[in-house]
C-alpha cells in the first residue's frame, strides 16, 4: 500500500475544551487508484487531509494515530524531511482556485517555483518545465500563458494551474480538496477528466476530497464515508451505490434529487457541532433505523455481511450490521 | 396571463475605466424574453457570467435594468415610480443564496422576519407578533428560537429565517437565488421539500435561479438555459432533458456528474464555434425553444 492511515485523531483546542475534528480515522491508499473521502462540512475530511501533510494550525493538533506512506511515518517525521516530502511525493490541490495562487507572481514562476524548491530543476530550466506542464492540464497558448498572473486567467485555467503545480515534481499521491466546488459543471467535467487523465498517465493515487456522490461516481475506484469526525462506510464504488450499509450513506444516496417531482427524502436534524457530539454512534439522533446499543458507544466497523473487520473490503460501522445485537 | 412576462430585457454594465479612460461594455442580460405561468416554477440556468442572477434581480429591480419590460400582473415594473415600487414588492420578494450573509448579524431572529411587516406599516405590535409566529412555524422553525441571532442557526435554519422573510408579507411571486447551494448536501432535501410544499400550500410562483440541473430537473416545470447574457434554449424540463438542440446545452447536461458508477459517460466538449451567435429563438416543438 501507498498511504495507510490509521486512528488518526486531530483535535482543536478551543476554550470549552479539546474538539475531535478527525476521530480515529483509518483508511488505505493503494497504488494507482482513487480513494474518494465523502463527507458534508465539518465532518472533518479537510483536517484529514491537512493531518496528512502535518499542515494543521494551531489551535489544531494531530493527538495520535498513525500515518504511514511508503513504509515511513509521517507523524514521526523531522520536519525538513516532512518538507521535503511535501509537495514533492504528495502534493496537495485546493478548493479555490482564486485564492490558492499568489496573485504577485507570475503563473510560470509559481509552477517554476515548486521544481526549484525541490531541486528539480534549474531557473534556466523551471520556464520550459513550466510551459510543457501548462501544455500537458491543456492550458491554450502556453508559451504566452506562462507569463500571465493568476487575475488574467479564468477560475478553470487556475486550477488547471494548479494541478499543473501539484503535478510538477511528479508525485506519487495527489490530494485532491474539493477541487471542482468552486467551477462551473461543464469546467468541473472537464477538471475531472484531466485529473483522470493525469492519474493513469503518471500512474499515481489520488485522495479525491468531495461531498458530491456524482463525482464520487465518476471518479473513485473505494470510498470513504466521513460523518462527524469518523469513518461511517468504506468500500468499492460499486458496492456503495449498490449496497449502501450505514444509515447515513442510504439517506445521503436517496435525498439526491432524481427524475421524479416526488418530496425527496431528507435526512432529518442537522449535522451536529463537533463539540457536543450525542453519546454512541455520532448519526443516531438522525437515524430512521436506531435502536438501543446506537447511544451506548460508537459502533465498531462490522463487514458488509455482518462478520468483524475484513482489510479491504465493504465495512460500515453501524450497529445493524452486529446481527447478536439485533 | 402570465403571472410575470419578461421583455427585450437588457441590462449592461462598465466594467473598469475611470477618470479620463473609457470602460467595456458588458452585456450581463441581453434581450431576455420569457413569461411565468401561474403556480409555475420556472428555472434559470447557465454558468456563473452568463447572466442568471443579474436577471433575477432585474426583475425585482434590486438592479436597475437598461432597457425591456418586466409586467407582473400586466403591468409593467419598470415604469413605476418610488412608491408604486414599494407596493409591488410586497408581492415579489426574493431568497438569496447565501445565508451566511443575507441575514443581519446583528438582528434577532424575529426582528428579521417582522421587518418588512415594520417597513409595510402592516399591523400593529400584536399582529406583527403573531404573524412572525406564524411564519416560524410555516417554514418549520421552532417558535421557541425567536429570539435567537442568526449565528446561532445552523445554515438550512438560517435559510428557513431567509424564506420566512420573504413569505412574510404573503407574495405571489419568489424569486429563488440559487437557494440550497450553500447547504450540506443532506439539509438541501429539506429545503427543497419546503419550498415545493410552500408553492403548494401558498400557491406560489417561483423564479428559480440554479446552477444544479439535477435539483433543477426535480424542481421545475420549464427552464430557460442563458449562456453569455442570452437564453439560448427554453423548454419544459421533460423536453429540455430529454432531447437537448443547442449546443450549449448539450455540453451542460452531459457534464453532470451521474450519481451511478455504471454510467455511460457521454461527455459533449462545447465547440465555441458550432454557436451560431446570431439565431434567434425559434420553436423546435411544442413549447420547446432553441436558438438554433
Do not use: W
Not at chain 1, 161 to 176: D, G, T, Y
Not at chain 1, 221 to 227: C, I, K
Not at chain 1, 287 to 311: I, K, L, N, W
Not at chain 2, 70 to 85: A, I, N, S, Y
Amino acid at each position: 500500500m501507498l498511504l495507510e492511515v490509521s486512528h488518526l485523531t486531530t483535535v482543536f483546542d478551543l476554550p470549552g475544551g479539546p474538539v475531535p475534528a478527525v476521530d480515529e480515522v483509518s483508511f488505505v491508499v493503494e497504488p494507482g487508484e482513487t480513494l474518494c473521502l465523502v463527507g458534508e462540512s465539518g465532518s472533518g475530511k479537510s483536517v484529514t487531509a491537512l493531518s496528512i501533510l502535518r499542515l494543521v494550525q494551531p489551535p489544531g493538533r494531530i493527538a495520535g494515530g498513525r500515518v504511514r506512506f511508503k513504509g515511513r511515518d509521517l507523524l514521526t517525521l523531522a520536519e525538513p524531511d516532512m518538507r521535503a516530502l511535501r509537495g514533492a511525493e504528495i502534493s496537495l490541490i485546493f478548493q479555490e482556485p482564486m485564492t490558492a495562487l499568489n496573485p504577485v507572481f507570475t503563473v510560470g514562476d509559481q509552477i517554476g517555483e515548486a521544481l526549484l524548491v525541490h531541486g528539480r530543476a534549474t531557473r534556466h530550466e523551471a520556464r520550459a518545465r513550466a510551459i510543457e506542464l501548462l501544455t500537458a492540464v491543456r492550458i491554450p497558448d502556453p508559451a504566452a500563458r506562462v507569463d500571465d498572473y493568476p487575475h488574467q486567467l479564468s477560475g478553470g485555467q487556475r486550477q488547471r494551474v494548479l494541478i499543473a503545480i501539484a503535478l510538477a515534481c511528479k508525485p506519487s499521491l495527489v490530494i485532491a480538496d474539493e477541487p471542482t466546488t468552486a467551477l462551473d459543471v461543464t469546467i468541473q467535467a472537464e477538471i475531472l477528466d484531466l485529473l483522470r487523465e493525469m492519474k493513469n498517465a503518471l500512474g499515481l493515487s489520488l485522495l479525491l476530497i468531495t461531498h458530491d456522490f456524482g463525482v464520487v461516481a465518476e471518479t473513485a475506484d473505494r470510498v470513504a464515508v466521513m460523518y462527524a469526525g469518523r469513518i461511517v462506510e468504506t468500500g468499492p464504488v460499486r458496492a456503495i451505490f449498490a449496497s449502501p450499509q450505514h444509515p447515513y450513506t442510504r439517506g445521503l444516496l436517496a435525498s439526491m434529487p432524481g427524475l421524479s417531482r416526488t418530496r425527496l427524502k431528507a435526512i432529518e436534524g442537522t449535522v451536529p457541532m463537533l463539540g457536543s457530539l450525542p453519546p454512541g454512534c455520532a448519526f443516531n439522533p438522525r437515524c430512521p433505523d436506531r435502536f438501543a446499543p446506537c447511544t451506548t458507544a460508537p459502533p465498531p466497523e462490522y463487514t458488509a455481511s455482518g462478520a468483524t473487520t475484513a482489510p479491504s473490503g465493504h465495512t460500515a460501522r453501524c450497529y445493524l450490521l452486529d446481527h447478536a445485537a439485533r | 396571463m402570465p403571472l410575470v412576462e419578461v421583455s427585450h430585457l437588457v441590462k449592461h454594465f462598465v466594467r473598469g475605466g475611470g477618470f479620463l479612460r473609457k470602460g467595456t461594455l458588458v452585456r450581463a442580460v441581453d434581450d431576455v424574453s420569457f413569461a411565468i405561468d401561474e403556480g409555475e416554477t420556472f428555472g434559470l440556468v447557465g454558468e456563473s457570467g452568463s447572466g442568471k442572477t443579474t436577471t433575477g434581480r432585474c426583475m425585482l429591480r434590486l438592479i436597475e435594468p437598461t432597457s425591456g419590460s418586466v409586467r407582473f400582473k400586466g403591468e409593467d415594473v419598470l415604469t413605476f415610480p418610488r412608491q408604486r415600487l414599494r407596493q409591488a414588492r410586497r408581492d415579489m420578494q426574493i431568497v438569496f443564496q447565501d445565508p451566511y450573509s443575507s441575514l443581519n448579524p446583528r438582528m434577532r431572529a424575529r426582528t428579521i422576519v417582522e421587518e418588512p411587516l415594520v417597513i409595510h406599516k402592516l399591523g400593529d405590535a400584536r399582529a406583527r407578533r403573531d404573524r412572525v409566529a406564524e411564519l416560524f412555524g410555516l417554514v418549520g422553525l421552532d417558535p421557541a428560537h425567536l429570539e435567537r441571532y442568526p449565528h446561532q442557526f445552523s445554515g438550512g435554519q438560517r435559510q428557513r429565517i431567509g424564506l420566512a422573510r420573504a413569505l412574510a408579507l404573503n407574495p405571489s411571486f419568489l424569486v429563488l437565488d440559487e437557494p440550497v447551494s450553500a447547504l450540506d448536501v443532506s439539509v438541501q432535501a429539506q429545503v427543497v421539500n419546503l419550498l415545493m410544499d410552500l408553492q403548494q400550500q401558498l400557491k406560489l410562483t417561483y423564479l428559480f435561479v440554479a446552477h444544479d440541473l439535477r435539483l433543477v430537473e426535480h424542481i421545475c416545470n420549464r427552464v430557460a438555459v442563458m449562456y453569455l447574457g442570452k437564453i439560448v434554449e427554453m423548454a419544459p424540463v421533460g423536453s429540455l432533458f430529454a432531447s437537448p438542440q443547442h449546443p450549449y446545452t448539450r455540453a451542460l447536461l452531459s457534464a453532470i456528474p451521474v450519481p451511478d458508477p455504471d454510467a455511460p459517460r457521454n461527455r459533449i466538449v462545447l465547440d465555441p464555434a458550432s454557436i451560431n451567435r446570431e439565431a434567434n429563438l425559434r420553436e423546435i416543438s411544442s413549447g420547446h425553444f432553441a436558438a438554433v
